[in-house]
Nanobody, 116 residues
Framework: QVQFVESGGGLVQPGGSLRLSCTAS????????MSWYRQVPGKERELVAR????????MYVDSVKGRFTISRDNAKNTVYLQMNSLKPEDTAVYYC?????????WGQGTQVTVCS
C-alpha cells in the first residue's frame, strides 16, 4: 500500500533552517509529481510547493518563494523541502502528498514551529 514517512520537523528560531524529508513506498515514485502542503489549526491545508516527476519543474506559493526549495531523489523515493529564513508564520504541520493512479495520499505530517 502507499505510504509516506515524513521527518525533519522541529522547533527553530526565526531566521533558522530545517529540511523536511518524505520517503514514499507502494507506488512508482519516479512517475508522479510530489507536493508539500501545510496546515495550521482552524485553516485549510495550503499547497506550499510541488515538483514534477523528474524534478525539472517546481512551483511555490508566493509566501515561500526565495526561501524554500523542493527537490527529490528518485533513487531514494524521497522528496525534500529545504526551508531557510523561517518565519513565525511558517509554523504549521507539513504534509507530503501525491496522486498515484488518480487517488490522493497524504503523509502523517511533521510539525514545524518557528518561535524565539
Amino acid at each position: 500500500q502507499v505510504q509516506f514517512v515524513e521527518s525533519g520537523g522541529g522547533l527553530v528560531q526565526p531566521g533558522g533552517s530545517l529540511r523536511l524529508s518524505c520517503t514514499a513506498s507502494g507506488f512508482t515514485f519516479s512517475s508522479y509529481a510530489m507536493s508539500w502542503y501545510r496546515q495550521v489549526p482552524g485553516k485549510e491545508r495550503e499547497l506550499v510547493a510541488r515538483i514534477n516527476s523528474v524534478g525539472g519543474s517546481t512551483m511555490y506559493v508566493d509566501s515561500v518563494k526565495g526561501r524554500f526549495t523542493i527537490s527529490r531523489d528518485n533513487a531514494k523515493n524521497t522528496v525534500y523541502l529545504q526551508m531557510n529564513s523561517l518565519k513565525p508564520e511558517d509554523t504549521a504541520v507539513y504534509y507530503c502528498n501525491a496522486y498515484p493512479a488518480g487517488r490522493e495520499y497524504w503523509g502523517q505530517g511533521t510539525q514545524v514551529t518557528v518561535c524565539s
